[in-house]
Structures are given as C-alpha cells and as structure tokens.
C-alpha cells in the first residue's frame, strides 16, 4: 500500500492505494497533519512507502518523523519523468505542476493534453502528443479573486462562492458574483479555444478543489477528476519503480 500525500498552499489532500485502486481519500489543515497521517498508519497497517508532493510551507521533519514506519519519498525536480521538460526556467516548474503533468502523460499517452487546477490558483499546463512540457498558465483561482476585491478596494465586501443568478448583476454582490465566477468560467473556456484551434487529439484535464463547481458550467469538454493530483502521485510512484 501506497499513502499519496499533496500538500497545497491551503489544505492537504491524502489517499491510500493498493495497485491502481484508492482505498481512501482525506482532506484536512496542516495543523493535522502528524495526528492525521498517525490515524491513517494505525487503519492501514501494510502502508509501505509515503509519497510527497508539496508546495506549501511544511517541514520536512513533520514527514520524517514517520521513517522507522514508512520507506519516505519527497518528489524532487531531479526524479524521474515521463515526459521532456521544455519548460524555459525548469527549476522554477512547481513539483505539483509536473506531477499532474506526469499523470497525464500515464493515464493519456500520444495525445496533445492540457491539464488545468483549479485551486488557490489556477495553473494551466499543456504536454504535447510527444510528451514535451511546453508551459502554461498560472492566475488567481476563485477565492482569490474574491479576496482582492475586498483586499484592494474601499467599500466592496467580502463574499463567499456563490452561482450568479443572471450574468447581469443588479446589485453589488450579485454584480460581484457574475464577475468573478463567469469571468473565471470565460477565461478556462478561452484557454481551451484558444488550445483546441492550434492542435488536434486532444484532451483537457480538469482537477482541483473546484472541480465540481465548474465542471458543469464549462461549455468545453472535459475529463473532470478532483483527485486527479492524487492518483498522478500514485503513478509516479510506480512509474519510477519500474523506470530505475
């Protein structure tokens, strides 16, 4: 058994496999995490091997602690991948990035794939048919767009996600709430055009923490996984088993 864990700038997300198949998925704050990953080791007792994918501020010791239990692995830029990283500044490619993008290549070989998360932020990252990273794109995600209206502005208020009911908002938060979730539907759509009209065979991935809140609101076809990260950690995992 393998325990994935991705740690995000806001929560942590963790799911234990056996093969291909999950057996459970948790969500909880980085304040958990060493109680949390203790629960998870009591219930599953034949965890062999910790998978660790993170771009959130959290030690490593917190993880280490967990060594006489658990073969540890922190995925690095110098792993091993299943794709050519053409990234310009390759260093700089955040370890989440191109662990969605190695799932995507595993999971959809020989086809043009645009990966896009929608978390804290939205990133957009596209491996063409002969699994080159080429790049993408990193804006705001949904809550914070909603915070910099707060944040950087006099009088606009602070609101939680909500479905606009028109487009044409008559009052200021309804106003809001069509800015910010359709512009945010409008620009995926638009990537996606914009990807669509320069290559054939292609597939978009969408993952995230709002998957589901947007998967049906896209007027684009999509392969939707909220746990898509998860499972690529899995994957990987075993991918670099099999490739050392």
Same mark, same amino acid.
């Not at 080791?41 to 771009?55: E, I, P």
């Not at 950087?152 to 996600?161: D, F, N, Q, R, V």
């Given at each position: 058994?393998? @325990?994935? %864990? =991705? #740690? !995000?700038?806001?929560?942590?997300?963790?799911?234990?496999? +056996?093969? $291909?198949?999950? *057996?459970?998925?948790?969500?909880?704050?980085?304040?958990?995490?060493?109680?949390?990953?203790?629960?998870?080791?009591?219930?599953?007792?034949?965890?062999?091997?910790?998978?660790?994918?993170?771009?959130?501020?959290?030690?490593?010791?917190?993880?280490?602690?967990?060594?006489?239990?658990?073969?540890?692995?922190?995925?690095?830029?110098?792993?091993?991948?299943?794709?050519?990283?053409?990234?310009?500044?390759?260093?700089?490619?955040?370890?989440?990035?191109?662990?969605?993008?190695?799932?995507?290549?595993?999971?959809?070989?020989?086809?043009?794939? @645009?990966? %896009? =998360? #929608? !978390?804290?932020?939205?990133?957009?990252?596209?491996?063409? +048919?002969? $699994?080159?990273? *080429?790049?993408?794109?990193?804006?705001?995600?949904?809550?914070?767009?909603?915070?910099?209206?707060?944040?950087?502005?006099?009088?606009?208020?602070?609101?939680?996600?909500?479905?606009?009911?028109?487009?044409?908002?008559?009052?200021?938060?309804?106003?809001?709430?069509?800015?910010?979730?359709?512009?945010?539907?409008?620009?995926?759509?638009?990537?996606?055009?914009?990807?669509?009209?320069?290559?054939?065979?292609?597939?978009?991935?969408?993952?995230?923490?709002?998957?589901?809140?947007?998967?049906?609101?896209?007027?684009?076809?999509?392969?939707?996984?909220?746990?898509?990260?998860?499972?690529?950690?899995?994957?990987?995992?075993?991918?670099?088993? $099999?490739?050392?």
């Amino acid at each position: 058994m393998v @325990l994935t %864990i =991705d #740690v !995000g700038n806001t929560r942590i997300k963790a799911a234990v496999f +056996e093969g $291909d198949s999950v *057996l459970e998925k948790f969500v909880f704050e980085k304040n958990e995490l060493e109680n949390k990953i203790e629960k998870i080791l009591k219930k599953f007792q034949n965890c062999s091997d910790l998978v660790v994918a993170s771009v959130g501020n959290i030690e490593k010791q917190s993880f280490l602690s967990f060594g006489k239990q658990l073969n540890i692995h922190f995925l690095t830029h110098e792993d091993t991948y299943p794709f050519v990283n053409k990234y310009a500044t390759p260093k700089t490619l955040g370890i989440d990035r191109m662990v969605l993008a190695a799932g995507a290549v595993l999971q959809f070989p020989k086809q043009n794939r @645009l990966v %896009i =998360d #929608v !978390g804290t932020c939205i990133t957009y990252d596209f491996i063409d +048919e002969s $699994d080159h990273y *080429l790049g993408g794109a990193i804006s705001p995600g949904l809550r914070l767009r909603y915070e910099a209206l707060h944040n950087y502005t006099a009088k606009l208020p602070l609101l939680e996600l909500e479905t606009p009911k028109s487009y044409i908002g008559n009052t200021t938060a309804e106003s809001i709430h069509s800015g910010i979730v359709n512009g945010f539907v409008y620009e995926i759509d638009g990537f996606i055009d914009e990807y669509r009209g320069n290559f054939s065979n292609f597939i978009i991935i969408l993952t995230g923490g709002d998957t589901d809140f947007l998967a049906k609101r896209l007027k684009n076809t999509i392969f939707a996984n909220s746990n898509f990260l998860l499972e690529s950690l899995n994957q990987i995992f075993q991918y670099q088993i $099999d490739n050392d």
